[in-house]
């Protein structure tokens, strides 16, 4: 559908993950000359401006997961009125693990202007610390909560050549790691970035099982994982089978011995998975 150019626009404001002088002068202006304000939670947006010494006029509405679906509209006929929407989130940009994709979604479809204020992301920040190659690398977002269905996620990424980011939990990252262990191998490269850009920023770096053991007493803050990807093959694969046939041998689940040696070896999960049951 063609833009037209009596509706509004709408920004997606990336905002600060911790330091609040990481906000630009674009996003001050920006949240300064917008008719709405759609605010994830509208007590932090509100912290934030007072943080700031930021002042705006805008109309402040809620837009979180729990009403994203029912506000949606709402926001687009705004937006339909000729009106700026501003979108904020409580950190970094929105519809990244955060709302934002269905308000994207719907105005593109109702032909309006969509742009943004680039701002800090925890993505990049934390990929860019972590020492892990970042020429190609991949975000997964928050892993399931319960530990089958997270191993199950894990094993699919066994093989990834990329390098992997994942939000975590504070009070679920031990058995995260825990799980990465067993499905990705105990020395796999890795790490954990808590509070970045905040007074207790802490990079923590090393084989997955050695973070497992730093989590196991308990990790507070907004944490960021990255993982290395899988290395190259480095074993025959006749000497990858049988080593997922020791595995199984010694009482492991050969779907969980198939991901670690594919995750050790790159070789395919599948295929090793199939090939040692022969």
């Not at 304000?37 to 402040?60: N, P």
């Not at 519809?95 to 993505?123: E, K, N």
């Not at 796999?188 to 850009?197: I, K, M, N, S, Y």
């Amino acid at each position: 559908m063609a833009l037209v150019e009596t509706l509004g626009l709408l920004i997606l404001a990336g905002m600060p993950i911790g330091d609040v002088e990481d906000a630009s002068p674009a996003l001050l202006r920006a949240i300064g000359t917008a008719d709405v304000v759609a605010a994830e939670d509208t007590r932090r947006f509100a912290a934030f401006l007072g943080r700031a010494h930021a002042t705006s006029s805008a109309r402040v509405i809620s837009y979180f997961e729990g009403n994203e679906a029912s506000r949606t509209p709402e926001l687009v006929e705004l937006l339909g009125q000729g009106l700026t929407v501003v979108l904020v989130t409580d950190a970094g940009m929105p519809s990244v693990s955060d709302p934002g994709y269905r308000l994207v979604a719907a105005a593109i479809v109702a032909g309006i202007r969509v742009t943004a204020v680039p701002g800090p992301s925890a993505v990049l920040t934390a990929l860019a610390l972590s020492g892990l190659a970042t020429d190609r690398f991949c975000f997964e977002g928050f892993l399931p909560r319960r530990g089958g269905p997270r191993r199950a996620a894990l094993t699919e990424l066994a093989a990834e050549r990329r390098t992997m980011v994942f939000f975590e939990a504070p009070h679920r990252l031990a058995e995260m790691l825990v799980d990465a262990v067993t499905t990705l191998g105990a020395d796999r490269p890795a790490a954990v970035c808590r509070e970045l850009t905040k007074t207790y920023e802490e990079v923590r770096r090393g084989g997955l099982a050695e973070l497992a053991s730093w989590a196991a007493d308990g990790v507070l803050g907004e944490i960021t994982v990255v993982v290395a990807g899988a290395p190259a093959g480095v074993l025959p694969l006749a000497d990858a089978l049988d080593e997922v046939r020791r595995r199984v041998a010694a009482g492991e689940k050969r779907s969980t011995a198939a991901a670690a040696v594919a995750a050790q070896s790159g070789h395919d999960r599948r295929e090793l998975y199939d090939g040692s049951r022969g």
